[in-house]
């Protein structure tokens, strides 16, 4: 099993936010490109230029092997998996060499983290898979009643799920920090 290392995912790296997407919209598996759908790029466009982007990346053999990412949408954006203007819209993505190799489950355990200190709840929309479905509920999402529809890749079944999230104050190292006792 890889060690993936972790690192935030900032808005001078939004080519890695999207050239990830293409795996979180399965664009690899219907042999399509992000161009063959510009509606997507609400989920990267100017990733990281407002202080409410909040994201991950994974690098395990100096590879980027995933990227896991949230951001608030607005309702013309006709994003998959919108709930509100308050509930960032989540994309995951692992590349296929390191697919159930435990890369997803790490990002998105940091990621809840994070965004618990800044957010409510997140949104994902998923396929109607059993094995997606459990990956998210193990999280602790729960489907939206009432938010089936049609993939706008290849019209697959999806619904949107919700997670609560625990509000969380963040804690850095240097909480607590007395510059006269630096050496005690």
Do not use: C
Not at 43 to 60: I, P, W
Not at 119 to 138: A, G, N, P, R, Y
Not at 150 to 167: A, N
Request: zero cysteines; glycine letters at 6%.
């Amino acid at each position: 099993m890889p060690n993936p290392t972790l690192y935030f995912l900032r808005s001078s790296e939004q080519k890695i936010a999207t050239d990830m997407l293409r795996y979180a919209m399965r664009l690899d598996e219907t042999n399509k490109s992000l161009r063959d759908f510009p509606a997507l790029n609400v989920y990267e466009r100017f990733y990281g230029l407002s202080t409410k982007d909040l994201g991950l990346y994974s690098l395990v053999d100096n590879k980027i092997s995933g990227a896991v990412w949230i951001r608030l949408l607005k309702p013309e954006d006709a994003a998959m998996g919108y709930v509100d203007a308050n509930t960032p819209v989540l994309n995951i993505a692992v590349t296929p060499e390191f697919r159930n190799k435990g890369v997803g489950f790490a990002m998105l355990s940091q990621l809840l983290q994070e965004a618990g200190a800044v957010f409510e709840q997140i949104s994902v929309s998923i396929l109607q898979d059993s094995k997606t479905v459990k990956f998210f509920e193990k999280f602790g999402f729960v489907k939206v009643k009432d938010s089936e529809s049609k993939s706008h890749i290849d019209g697959s079944d999806i619904f949107t799920m919700l997670k609560k999230l625990e509000r969380k104050e963040v804690v850095r190292p240097t909480d607590g920090y007395d510059p006269r006792r630096w050496m005690d």
